[in-house]
């Protein structure tokens, strides 16, 4: 068998208020019977609820625009990479209400930036 490779981590932000938020990233999810490594991983984002609009800052290293499938329906954003042996997976609940057709986005260097314009 080929050794596995696992990658976890999390990044605490403080949100206005002073609440903290933690957010995992990486291959390896608890469950209920413990550990278990995914296929996927979950790259670290960063969301940024500006005045008129939304800005998701996703770290995916060795990925190019192109290989990113990006979804926004209902609030929520949904990007899907497979690369080769490279796969990343993330769902999440934007800030504020968004127009989709205004989603704009570039990657480079691995990091993706997605700027989607707010509604109203």
Known sequence: PRPARG???FSVRTLAGGKPVVEHFGNIKETSEGL???EEREPMVDV???KDHVLVVA???GV????VDIKVKEGHLELKVQRGKKKYYKYLLLPSAVDESTLSSSCK???LEIKIAKKG
Not at 64 to 67: H, M, S, V
């Open 7 to 9: 990658e976890s981590g």
């Open 36 to 38: 278990r490594m995914e």
């Open 48 to 50: 940024f609820d500006e």
């Open 59 to 61: 770290e995916m290293p």
């Open 64 to 67: 190019e625009k192109e290989d």
């Open 109 to 111: 260097n691995g990091i």
